[in-house]
């Protein structure tokens, strides 16, 4: 149970079709902690998707309806979106594969989504107590830590989208100073998002597994961690 949070509130999953994302929905869900929980998708009603700014707005309008008509302040949002492969484009192993249209695609699902998710979703919480927002980063992004190289978008885009809840976090601590914003590493998770790089010999965990060990991570972090990025068990990554 998230008992670091004052209980009554509302919980929000984005990206809550993902492997990762539907899991911490179902976790949520049978969280004491939450009065209600909303898992939100291209495929939701509303439905959000993170290429129509519209359509971002549209779910913080219903969220902030749906939480002041049961007077629930919104507690948790968690963003569990992001694209690594699509439509036949497959990570860079070299330069020499580098796409602008793909790699405008990562950015704009990877970073910019993200970001506008911040815009319409930080102003929603409370003023007082505890309030987290998390977004799904990966380890990959860290540049601190990247000695292998390749999957230049993946691994800028990430980059990127540390750099903007960081940029946030200062933004969100002048108006609501026990809220929280960070990136989270979730693991290697055995989803449809990894599966095509799995490879014996790595350690791949469940949604299941992956999303209790993010909500343990968010229950231990207070006002001090926002803005950083932090891996599925609780310790700090390189930027
Ligand atoms: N799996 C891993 O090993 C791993 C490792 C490190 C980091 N991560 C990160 O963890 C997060 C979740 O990954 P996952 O493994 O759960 O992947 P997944 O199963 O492929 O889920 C991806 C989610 O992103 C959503 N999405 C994609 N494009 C979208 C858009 N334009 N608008 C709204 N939603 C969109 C998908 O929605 P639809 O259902 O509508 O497509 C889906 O809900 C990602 O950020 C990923 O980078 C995962």
Redesign the pocket.
Known sequence: MLSSLPPGGLAIV??????????LLQQLQSDAAFADVIG????SEPP?????EA?IAAAARYVTSRAADQNMPVRLII??????H?NGHQPEKSWQQLDPVNMAQSF???AI??ALLMKHFLPLFPRQGKAVFA???????SIGDNRLGGWYS?RAS?AA?NQLVHTAAIELRRRQPLALCVA???????????AP?AKTGLD??T?TE?ARRLLAVLEGLNADDSGGFFNHDGSVLPW
């Open positions: 984005i990206g809550a079709t993902g492997g990762i994302g539907a899991a939100l998708s291209r495929t959000l998707d993170l290429l129509d359509s963003d569990a979106t992001g694209s690594l699509s704009a699902i990877n989504g993200p977004t799904l980063s990966a380890k990959v992004g993946y990430k989208l989270l590493h979730p693991g290697t998770v055995h989803t449809a998002l990894s790089f791949v965990v949604p992956s």
